[in-house]
C-alpha cells in the first residue's frame, strides 16, 4: 500500500510560470511533510518542510500548501527557472521514525 | 544542516561479491537510515541504524544481505553481501537532525 501519492509523474513548465507537485497521504498520525529535490547522480536535498499546525510555509520561491482535513500538500515553485529542473520528492513521517516517500515528479524548466 | 559523506561514489563489482559503502557525518546524530533508490525510481528503506542498538530492517531486506554497522554517532557501514545484477542501484545514507532528514550523495552501485 503506497503510504504516499504524488502527482503528476512529470511536469513541463515555461520559465517564468508556476510549478505545481501534489501529494496525498492516508495516515493521520503523520506530522512532518519535506519535499526533497534530487538532480541527476545527487542524492536528495531537503528543500522545504512543514508540519500540520500550519496551512503554509513559504520559503523564497518554493511555497508548501497543507490542507489538513483533505490530507493534502503541495509544492508550489514561483518564477520556475532551467536551474529547478529536477526531480521532486515528497515524504511524509510520524514522529520522526520511518519516512515515506512519494514516486518523484521531474520537472523540466523550458527556457 | 549536516554534511554526509558517503565511500565509494561509484564502484563496478562483480556477481557473488560484497561491497561495504561507509558512511559518515560531521555532527553527532543518533538516527542513520539506508535508502536504495533504483534508477528513476523513489526512495525505499533498507533499514533504521540508530547508535548503540542492532539495526531495524524494513520488510524485504535482511541483516545476512544486508549488515549493517553503527559503531559511534558519526559513522556507519552497509555492506551489500553476494551481490547480484538486482542489487545495481543508488544506496543512500540519510540522517536525523534537529527534526531534519539530510540524506548523502549516494554511492551508485552496478553488479556484473
Known amino acids: 500500500q503506497q503510504q504516499v501519492k504524488q502527482s503528476p509523474q512529470s511536469l513541463i513548465v515555461q520559465k517564468g510560470g508556476i510549478s505545481i507537485i501534489n501529494c496525498a497521504y492516508e495516515?493521520?498520525?503523520?506530522?512532518?511533510f519535506p519535499w526533497y529535490q534530487q538532480f541527476p547522480g545527487k542524492g536528495p536535498a531537503l528543500l522545504i518542510a512543514?508540519?500540520?499546525?500550519?496551512s503554509e510555509k513559504k520559503e523564497g520561491r518554493f511555497t508548501i500548501s497543507f490542507n489538513k482535513s483533505a490530507k493534502q500538500f503541495s509544492l508550489h515553485i514561483m518564477d520556475s527557472q532551467p536551474g529547478d529542473s529536477a526531480t521532486y520528492f515528497c515524504a511524509a513521517a510520524a514522529n520522526f521514525n520511518k519516512f515515506y516517500f512519494g514516486s518523484g515528479t521531474k520537472l523540466n524548466v523550458k527556457p | 544542516s549536516a554534511v554526509i559523506s558517503q565511500k565509494p561514489s561509484r564502484d563496478i563489482c562483480q556477481r557473488g561479491t560484497s561491497l561495504t559503502i561507509q558512511c559518515q557525518v560531521d555532527?553527532?546524530?543518533?538516527?542513520m537510515f539506508w535508502y536504495r533508490q533504483q534508477p528513476g525510481q523513489s526512495l525505499t528503506l533498507i533499514a533504521t541504524a540508530n547508535q548503540g542498538s542492532e539495526a531495524t530492517y524494513e520488510s524485504g531486506f535482511v541483516i545476512d544481505k544486508f549488515p549493517i554497522s553503527r559503531p559511534n554517532l558519526t559513522f556507519s557501514t552497509l555492506t551489500v553481501s553476494n551481490m547480484s545484477p538486482e542489487d545495481s542501484s543508488i544506496y543512500l545514507c540519510?540522517?536525523?537532525?534537529?527534526?531534519?532528514?539530510?540524506f548523502g550523495p549516494g554511492t551508485r552501485l552496478t553488479v556484473t
Open positions: 512543514i508540519r500540520p499546525d500550519v
Open positions: 495516515n493521520t498520525a503523520f506530522d512532518y
Open positions: 555532527s553527532q546524530v543518533t538516527m
Open positions: 540519510s540522517v536525523g537532525l534537529a527534526d531534519e532528514q539530510y
